[in-house]
């Protein structure tokens, strides 16, 4: 469609369909990794649900594997010579994504699409995409996968969410990916509109980390006297000496710039990331490339990346930004890596809040679940914590 503007019309297509296309290269799919067991159950039944054109919720935990289990779907329908379109909230989902699936399918014509990018291709057969890109297509796809549904800015805007069903074919599969399913999400469900496929343990078979929480007291005002408040500097402090990276979230920039600076004199390997930094690309691939020690960001990090070996904290916990799915998703970046799946997560805050309890809930729950489902490997040093 190309750039869109209220002087520059729109034109509709409504000529004959398109030739049949091209058979692709077999075999399409050439991933050579494993499935866990609740992984594979969900891959068989996403393949079933695209089979049959039903629309799926999948509620997985923050490292389930929710990528792998798309796979097998994703080549079934492409076998059929159906168009797939995997999209996502945030561009940075989508970077990931890219060379993950092109390295899986990598005979099949994939572009990834948002602002700015350079990876379109007009042939494409497997699209990933920001949200706000589904607006340049109606009637496009057979399968139709939102990641992170509960993300903003997908969630709560209708006409995005009206782009996302205008690109799908009238008879197509709908999937939704997430971790903190919304209450509308889980209705459906509940209604039986929607089937479900929860998958409550990680595909590594280990717990997720437990936020632990550390008042702070009025950290802000020590901030602004230019002094990281004790206990949060006490924790980066024993972070550094065992050499662990961390991932540090912030309420908002300007916290996250005066935190930037007094971490300075603890080490010169710390970066900042937020919505607007042109340069968050380059800032994130050095946080993957582990040249750096500490990350700072706001939330629009909280889900979609993964780095290994890494300590998550969160300052301001108590702060609105940080709702149950924000702080739940957050908790999710540690312990993601199979041969470091264990993670340390502390929210410093100022007053505990619902959205702080409910998100250690949520976590429980999930651990509880993995654990009775047999999915859990013990682990004696690391106890799951029981509810109250």
Known sequence: MGKASFCNPIVKWSGPEDEPLEPLQQPILQWEGTLSIPQQKASDQLVRAVEEKRSTLVHAVCGAGKTEILFQAAAHALEKGQQVCIATPRRDVVQELFPRFQQAFPTTPIQALFGGSEHRNDLARLTIATTHQLYRFQHAFDVMVIDEVDAFPYHGDVTLQRAAQNARKPASTLIYLTATPATALLHEV??????????????????????????????????????LPYSFRSWIESRLAVKKRMMLFMPDIPTMIQVEKLLQAYTPNLESVHAKDSKRGPKIDRMRKKELDILLTTTILERGVTFSNIDVAVLGAEKAIFTESALVQIAGRAGRDFRYPSGIVAFFHFGHTEAIVKAQKHIIRMNHQAKKDGLLKEKKHEPLLELS
């Not at 078979?205 to 702070?216: A, C, D, I, K, S």
Request: aromatic share 10%; net charge positive; hydrophobic share 30%.
């Open 190 to 227: 509940k209604k039986g509109s929607l089937q479900a496929i929860v998958i409550p343990a990680r595909y590594h078979g280990y717990p997720l980390p437990v936020p632990e929480t550390r008042w702070l007291g009025n950290w802000k005002k020590s901030i602004d006297k230019k002094q």
